[in-house]
Nanobody, 130 residues
């Protein structure tokens, strides 16, 4: 049974930082793509960042580029999302997700689509006050 468990959300002020964690059991993050998505009330789930199964390749949404960093600790089978310079518009429930590795697709477009992921965490709330 695959389980993804997020932690690290909270209430912060604009300009502050948070680090989200996502620990996996039953699946090895390094064997596939690991993504972070977010969702605000009334909006569709939005891509934030993804880490490939390689050691270094990552992609970010334009809205978070330069402020957020996705990383992975293979020994702990955990993916992180370091969020700096937070803005009120970053307020959302943040979800981590896992997808199998595919080599026959365009990585950036394929793994920025939430429908490509087969396992999801329960979500963690991030609220940024102005």
């Amino acid at each position: 049974q695959v389980q993804l468990v997020e932690s690290g959300g909270g209430l912060v002020q604009a300009g502050d930082s948070l680090r989200l964690s996502c620990a996996a059991s039953g699946r090895t993050f390094a064997a596939g793509a690991s993504g972070w998505f977010r969702q605000s009330p009334g909006k569709e789930r939005e891509f934030v960042a993804v880490h490939s199964w390689t050691a270094y390749y990552t992609k970010y949404a334009d809205s978070v580029k330069g402020r957020f960093t996705i990383s992975r600790d293979n020994a702990k089978n955990t993916v992180y999302l370091q969020m700096n310079s937070l803005k009120p518009e970053d307020t959302a429930i943040y979800y981590c997700a896992s997808a199998v590795a595919r080599y026959d697709v365009d990585f950036d477009s394929y793994y920025s689509d939430f429908r490509r992921y087969d396992y999801w965490g329960q979500g963690t709330q991030v609220t940024v006050s102005s």
